[in-house]
């Protein structure tokens, strides 16, 4: 084929994928500059109390119940029928705006015992608690109307999307920069976060109603539909969940035992891991929605091929960034942060280990999302949960911060991160063979 019709071809393909590693790209670059801003001025204790609230506003995502998962199938099957794609959006909607309402009593039950449940500087504990006010309402904010983002992705806008991270990212950390340079501290910074979370979801909203013809309104609300989605996203729920607490909760473990300064130690290593999983993971989500085509139209061996397709260039992937940070992970964060403080090595290779298991788990749990097939996983990662948790806390009595890591690297690999991939491919040529019988 010539260069010019496989461009052509694949343009969607291609400009999907640019835009997404230009914002991969410039996340890593503002992080760069942004992290020893916050760290030289605003101390190691601000920046570990940015990343609790962080993670603590995570865990209120539990409150989806799976329904994200179970409406991202259901509209790929009924996004061109009118009648069922506006029931389906104001039964998800109107079910968050509940949960939403039920999850503010727990906010203000962290709230007042903040201090109580962490270690935290007396000095820094009203700012603790405004900043996890302003990240808890953003929270609410794409909770809420997280079903606006689906609907444009399912569209196949991902272009659209991912210009509009860019234009998040390059507003939260410059007028982070700005805001810090004024004399502001990590309210200003979460109140910053807020407002444009707030501006992507109207754009947002604007953008999919002119793909997706809806209103939104209770009388469109269908309480047996609830329990249809449900059924189908209780597993989705389990395994969401499971994945929260397996890769959100050291932070938490950290605070409890050691500190917020230590939580910023810990959090600037693993951010290495969770930025090489978004620019592995680019390739694999700009397929999502010609993947989803293929199971509506029972193309069950051509998921397969698009499966093997995306697990071996994950390998790749994974692997030579697991080799870079293993080699050259410290030296860089030297060069980035100085020698002021002092990173472990030994988090450095544990961490580039996971890169790899785990961005193959990501892989494998997407695909089996999408075919509805969650059950198994979502069992073993609620097993998974549970050694992590025991494990973390067992070494890290021995071992520090590294036994906090090696806990989520143990679990995961003896747990979580083989049997699903066996069971996707075993799955998936059984369903190629009935269709093809």
């Not at 909770?143 to 998040?168: A, C, M, P, Q, Y």
């Not at 979460?190 to 002119?210: E, G, N, R």
């Amino acid at each position: 084929m010539p260069l010019k019709d496989f461009i052509k071809k694949n343009f969607n393909f291609f400009h999907h994928l640019a835009t997404g590693y230009s914002a991969i790209a410039i996340n890593i670059i503002i992080f760069a500059f942004l992290t020893p801003y916050m760290l030289d001025t605003l101390g190691s204790e601000q920046y570990g109390i940015w990343q609790l609230v962080s993670n603590i506003s995570m865990f209120f995502s539990m409150g989806s119940l799976g329904l994200s998962s179970a409406f991202y199938i259901e509209f790929a099957r009924s996004k061109d029928d009118n009648e069922k794609s506006l029931k389906l959006i104001n039964t998800v909607f109107f079910t968050y705006l509940m949960v939403g309402l039920i999850s503010f009593i727990a906010y203000i039950f962290l709230l007042i015992n903040f201090n109580r449940f962490f270690i935290i500087n007396a000095n820094y504990v009203m700012q603790a608690k405004f900043a996890f006010t302003f990240s808890y309402f953003a929270f609410l904010v794409i909770f809420i109307f997280g079903f606006l983002d689906l609907i444009i992705f399912l569209h196949n806008k991902i272009t659209t999307r991912n210009i509009v991270e860019i234009f998040k990212i390059c507003a939260n950390g410059l007028g982070s920069i700005v805001l810090i340079a004024l004399g502001f501290d990590i309210v200003a910074i979460a109140f910053l976060s807020l407002l444009t979370t707030i501006l992507q979801i109207v754009f947002y909203y604007f953008k999919a109603i002119k793909l997706q013809t809806f209103h939104l309104s209770f009388l469109y609300f269908d309480f047996e539909y609830l329990k249809k989605l449900y059924k189908s996203g209780f597993y989705f729920f389990i395994y969401s969940v499971s994945a929260l607490i397996i890769f959100n909760t050291d932070n938490i473990i950290i605070s409890h035992f050691m500190g917020a300064e230590y939580v910023s130690l810990y959090a600037i290593i693993f951010r290495f891991v969770t930025i090489s999983e978004k620019f592995i993971f680019v390739i694999t989500s700009v397929k999502m929605p010609k993947v989803s085509q293929f199971i509506a139209q029972l193309k069950y061996s051509s998921v397969l091929d698009m499966y093997k397709k995306a697990w071996l260039v994950t390998l790749a992937l994974s692997i030579l960034v697991a080799l870079v940070m293993s080699v050259f992970g410290l030296d860089i964060l030297h060069l980035w942060l100085g020698d002021k403080y002092k990173f472990d090595i030994g988090l450095i290779w544990i961490f580039s280990i996971l890169v790899v298991i785990h961005s193959l788990s990501n892989v494998t749990g997407w695909f089996l999302g999408s075919l509805n097939l969650i059950k198994n996983q979502s069992l073993i990662s609620a097993v998974e949960v549970f050694s992590n948790l025991i494990l973390s806390v067992i070494l890290y009595q021995k071992y520090g911060l590294r036994g906090i890591a090696l806990g989520t690297l143990i679990s995961h690999i003896v747990v979580g991160s083989w049997y699903p991939g066996i069971y996707l491919l075993k799955q998936l040529k059984l369903k190629s063979a009935e269709i093809h019988s």
